[in-house]
């Protein structure tokens, strides 16, 4: 039950993704609620109303706050380019100093400025008390952990695993087809030069009772040296434990030998990526698929979906006699 590789929240609006997850375990229901600590003071995330009359010490409406922030925006960014841009166009120069510039030279290791402003535009403000992390349907917890999940999607008669053994090219251009989840670079032998990734180092701890109080709290000032502290035991509110289990998360440029978590996507690399694409695309005996395969942040829901949809694909090419595409969903 303590996620060593970071905490994972399945949270999905796709039913038939939700369906299928519960075919292999049982998902309990869970909220996911985050705080975070900037210049002295805890606050709720995402920024919501509660945040807001803390933060600048108001009692605001939510008519009110709305038009409080609008009066905070850099009206003068009219197309936000870049990460700050978007930030100081979307909620004004205080919030963003206080709750997304530091925090995102930690987690991406680059100035805002170098980062799209597609990253913060997912991002929302709510102008009310809500402070579900989350706005999903769906969302839950396996109870027993996601490694029995994944155990039971590969108990299958056709299914056999071989553990610890790598695959080349040339040894995989000899299947009929293959499925490849792993970096697209490194299946290309870094032909074009290696893509860049952030990787994540965690610290483990274990105290008495209760830590934090909370299952995440993110730390958003740049001195801080870690993105957040997340605590184990309330990831699963059903069960009662005398002891916890804390990470501290440190975010750092990836390298060759380390575990690559999450696509950096900086103009560099769309370029390179582009030539990987390429390609990819003029082979017939593979598909690339997942975070890795195609060089995206994705979500575990987002994920399950795209592969259900490379099944489809798959399938619905060698009934018809056609050539399997190496992409079920366009990575560029």
């Known amino acids: 039950m303590v996620h060593v590789y970071g905490p994972h929240i399945f949270h999905t609006a796709h039913e038939h993704v939700w369906e299928y997850i519960n075919r292999f375990g049982e998902m309990m229901p869970y909220n996911h609620r985050v705080k975070a600590t900037t210049q002295?003071?805890?606050?709720?995330?995402?920024?919501?109303?509660?945040?807001?009359?803390?933060?600048?010490?108001?009692?605001?409406?939510?008519?009110?706050?709305?038009?409080?922030?609008?009066?905070?925006?850099?009206?003068?960014?009219?197309?936000?380019?870049?990460?700050?841009?978007?930030?100081?166009?979307?909620?004004?120069?205080?919030?963003?100093?206080?709750?997304?510039?530091?925090?995102?030279?930690?987690?991406?290791?680059?100035?805002?400025?170098?980062?799209?402003?597609?990253?913060?535009?997912?991002?929302?403000?709510?102008?009310?008390?809500?402070?579900?992390?989350?706005?999903?349907?769906?969302?839950?917890?396996?109870?027993?952990?996601?490694?029995?999940?994944?155990?039971?999607?590969?108990?299958?008669?056709?299914?056999?695993?071989?553990?610890?053994?790598?695959?080349?090219?040339?040894?995989?251009?000899?299947?009929?087809?293959?499925?490849?989840?792993?970096?697209?670079?490194?299946?290309?032998?870094?032909?074009?030069?290696?893509?860049?990734?952030?990787?994540?180092?965690?610290?483990?701890?274990?105290?008495?009772?209760?830590?934090?109080?909370?299952?995440?709290?993110?730390?958003?000032?740049?001195?801080?040296?870690?993105?957040?502290?997340?605590?184990?035991?309330?990831?699963?509110p059903w069960e009662s434990h005398d002891r916890s289990v804390t990470y501290h998360e440190y975010s750092r440029l990836c390298g060759d030998t380390d575990i690559p978590y999450y696509p950096i996507r900086l103009v560099k690399e769309k370029d390179q990526l582009r030539r990987y694409v390429d390609m990819a695309s003029k082979l017939s005996n593979i598909t690339f698929v997942g975070r890795l395969g195609t060089y995206r942040y994705l979500d575990m829901d987002v994920t399950i979906h795209e592969a259900l949809g490379a099944v489809r694909a798959l399938l619905g090419a060698w009934e018809n006699g056609t050539r399997p595409s190496a992409f079920s969903v366009d990575p560029l």
């Open 40 to 236: 002295g003071r805890v606050f709720s995330l995402p920024v919501n109303l509660l945040t807001i009359n803390q933060f600048f010490g108001t009692t605001l409406s939510p008519a009110e706050a709305e038009s409080f922030i609008a009066g905070k925006a850099d009206t003068s960014i009219t197309e936000p380019q870049t990460f700050r841009e978007q930030g100081l166009r979307f909620v004004g120069p205080e919030l963003y100093e206080a709750f997304f510039d530091g925090y995102t030279r930690k987690q991406w290791g680059v100035d805002p400025d170098e980062l799209p402003a597609s990253i913060l535009a997912r991002l929302p403000v709510r102008f009310n008390y809500e402070d579900s992390y989350f706005n999903h349907p769906y969302q839950a917890i396996p109870r027993n952990g996601y490694t029995p999940i994944v155990e039971n999607i590969l108990d299958h008669a056709n299914i056999t695993v071989t553990l610890g053994v790598a695959k080349t090219r040339a040894e995989l251009a000899a299947f009929d087809h293959a499925v490849w989840s792993g970096p697209i670079d490194a299946y290309f032998d870094h032909e074009h030069g290696r893509l860049g990734y952030r990787t994540l180092d965690f610290e483990r701890q274990v105290h008495d009772d209760d830590f934090q109080g909370c299952p995440v709290m993110n730390y958003c000032d740049a001195e801080v040296p870690y993105t957040r502290i997340t605590e184990h035991k309330h990831f699963a």
